[in-house]
């Protein structure tokens, strides 16, 4: 009983009308629920007709009568298997692609809602997320580069600081011979941050509340906007081609289609979103960082963001251009998730705030050189003394790739515990607690 009441009370987020079970069961993930599919000759037939059906409509729009066949062995697998139809994916697993994968082949011939349903099970991770908002709001804007010291602790955990470097590299690398960076690695490098850094560290960079230009500027350089979105001749294709170019991805279809279910605006609620979870929002709009669909804020002087394409030439699909668009321009349940991130007092009362996260424990301090530097490949990449970045190209002047360094103070063993660097305190136990330790050891001695 004893180490009961330890584990729950270190772990200090128990509500004290928690039930033995406080979340629902999580739905089937569809890779396990395809296994037991697999077991069975029919529904294996059947899977993998739906497999032909999606092969072919990649290569050319189907015919009416292969249409109408494709869909009656859709209805026929998921008449014989329910569960394909009511699985889930994790996002960030192993199997994510696969699972994404076994998603959509049976939903070949989705309704017009298919974009309004999340593939994504985030039955654990809604608690989680409201904290994560909650504790950010305890960040002191007292003019201070908030999102310097986000970009610090990040640096001083080694998953996030090696993470980060890993795609600031991917993301400035130019392709043999090109002035081009390889996008598609840098898409990967900004997922695998995403996916595998913590988001105590990943969402605080994305999302650090800033109050001047100078932060501004680290932020929307945060995901090296250049390269991951940015045409290098400055040219934004059509918001729809976009989108279409998407959904013939099962990644990036299905990170739209949680940003679009997770993002959704309501006016009833205090959150401003429909599922009243802004933690769940946010973490859906980090989602799309990675693919063809990246967003970024628009300049570094606000905290608005929007997609880089625009609705010339969408013809009489102008208004379903417009409406994708303001998802992210307009959109009060994407404004309101952002701007709680780090804004004292303004979250809805349903929150119940949390401790701040801090940065992993003390690190060799050759890791921490090596990890808080950025890769010197064509880069050279400096801060100045006012935070401002400058960037010197080797033997290229023009073409210069954006990107904000980490930070600018490297960080040693000796001031990791400072509140300059905005890193983890030393651990010291408190005295009280001494006392009271050899107090009950005086006392069961004496006992004894």
Known sequence: ???????????????????????PPSPTDCVEAHKVCSAEPQCEALY??????????????????????CLEGQDA?????????ACKCQRGFRKEEQCLHIYWRVRLMPGEDELEISPYDDTMMDSHMASLVAASSYMQLDGENQCLKAAQDCGLYEKCGALR???????????????????????RALRRFLERVPEEYSLGVLFCPCTNTLCGERRRKTIVPSCSYQDPEGVQPNCLHQQSFCRRDDLCRSRLADFLNNCQPSPLTASGCLKDSAGLCLRAYAGLIGTIMTPNYLSNSSADVSLWCNCEGSGNQWQDCL?????????PCLRNSISWMGSPGSLPADFTPLPAPRPSPLVQEDELLSNNHLPEHNNIVVDSEDGLTQTEEE?????????????????TVSNLGSGGTGGAAPLIAPPNAVLLLLLLLSTSLSWG
């Not at 470097?165 to 898409?187: F, G, I, W």
């Open 395 to 411: 033997g290229n002047e023009g073409g210069q790739f954006d990107v904000i360094p980490q930070y600018s103070e490297r960080a």
């Open 323 to 331: 409406r994708l668009q303001r998802m992210f321009t307009h959109n």
């Open 165 to 187: 470097s890993e795609y600031v590299l991917a993301c400035t690398k130019r392709v043999s011979m090109t002035s081009r960076c390889n996008q598609h690695k840098c898409h």
């Open 48 to 69: 993998r007709g739906l497999e032909l059906c999606a092969a072919e409509a990649a290569v050319s729009p189907l015919g009416e009568q292969v249409a109408a066949e």
């Open 77 to 85: 697998l998921l008449a014989k298997h329910p569960a394909l139809l």
């Open 1 to 23: 009983m004893l180490l009961l009441g330890i584990a729950i009370f270190l772990s200090g987020v128990l509500p004290s009308s928690a039930t033995i079970f406080p979340f």
